[in-house]
């Protein structure tokens, strides 16, 4: 078996079509058929359901697509770590963002794509789902995930900054001039609720402790802007993580007021896919991120007495200095 056959396989599905698939390959068509011929061969299995056109693949077909398409991946991270190591830091780095981490993380992308001008970021927002499956499959390199910050709890994983619950109210609102609030106070809030923040649970089950009941949803929105709208011209409150709202972000007429901790703090940490050996543009990234001050300034939103009683910037938690996995 040869690499260029499992090239010609890979075209092929992606294509869906013989002479497309052989345009792709920068060969011709009876080529790329005798390729895929000898494959089927060397297998002993048929790869593709022909008839006067292509026609898909046969179950057996399919499990030999998904493994050449695993081959190429790792082909084209061998060629990316020999040439890091060649030549200096250089290759596509696939990170994967919680939505919530996403404005944090442009702290941390920036300035790495500064200090690294040959390396390109490809950042996707997904959800904490679609972020497991992406690493396991091969598809990301590393990816923000949420995690304890309880050192006995949260794994190995390297957190880089510890997550708040804030009430965001309109500086003319009852709770803007407060330093920090308790859970009970939020109780009877007509609250704007923003859709995705995996906050909303953990909130709601606190107030719900707290009270007994329900908090009060006015609106649901799916956009930060058109949550700044709806709190700014009186729609209520919203309960969300302070990473939502990094510096310079949230309007002149908005506050964020802390709320107190539940019992379950969680932060947020760069883990990296479990290949071996380990992505070096990966583990440069998680090295880098640890550095900046990301707690320092997503905690520049909230009011000046409040910072004093938080954590000081994450480390690892294992007291080392390697970039650490999820696991």
Not at 83 to 96: A, K, Y
Request: hydrophobic share 45%; net charge neutral.
């Amino acid at each position: 078996m040869l690499i260029r056959q499992f090239e010609y396989l890979v075209a092929l599905a992606r294509e869906r079509h013989f002479a497309r698939a052989a345009l792709a390959c920068h060969v011709s068509q009876p080529a790329l058929s005798a390729g895929i011929r000898k494959l089927e061969a060397e297998l002993g299995v048929p790869i593709v359901r022909r008839g006067h056109r292509f026609e898909g693949f046969t179950p057996e077909g399919e499990r030999v697509l998904r493994w050449a398409s695993r081959i190429l991946e790792e082909r084209d991270r061998l060629t990316a770590d020999v040439d890091t190591v060649r030549e200096g830091r250089i290759g596509t780095l696939r990170v994967g963002v919680l939505p919530e981490a996403a404005a944090a993380f442009g702290h941390v992308a920036a300035p790495f794509g500064a200090r690294h001008p040959r390396v390109a970021l490809s950042v996707r927002t997904m959800s904490a789902a679609e972020i497991q499956r992406t690493l396991a499959d091969g598809g990301l390199d590393c990816a923000t995930l949420r995690t304890s910050v309880d050192a006995a709890r949260s794994r190995g994983r390297a957190v880089l900054y510890r997550e708040r619950a804030v009430l965001l109210t309109a500086d003319s609102g009852r709770f803007a001039s407060r330093a920090a609030l308790d859970w009970p106070e939020v109780a009877h809030v007509p609250l704007c609720r923003l859709l995705p923040d995996p906050l909303w649970p953990r909130a709601a089950e606190a107030v719900a402790a707290a009270t007994g009941e329900e908090p009060a949803v006015r609106v649901e929105v799916d956009s930060l802007p058109a949550l700044f709208e709806h709190i700014s011209r009186g729609g209520g409150c919203a309960v969300v993580t302070h990473s939502w709202l990094a510096p310079g972000g949230m309007p002149a007429d908005l506050r964020a007021v802390p709320l107190a901790e539940t019992d379950e703090a969680t932060g947020m940490a760069l883990v990296i896919a479990e290949h071996h050996p380990e992505p070096l543009l990966a583990a440069d990234l998680a090295a880098f991120a640890r550095s900046v001050p990301l707690q320092g300034r997503l905690d520049a939103v909230l009011p000046q007495s409040a910072e004093s009683g938080l954590v000081p910037e994450p480390r690892d938690s294992d007291g080392g200095g390697r970039p650490l996995r999820d696991t």
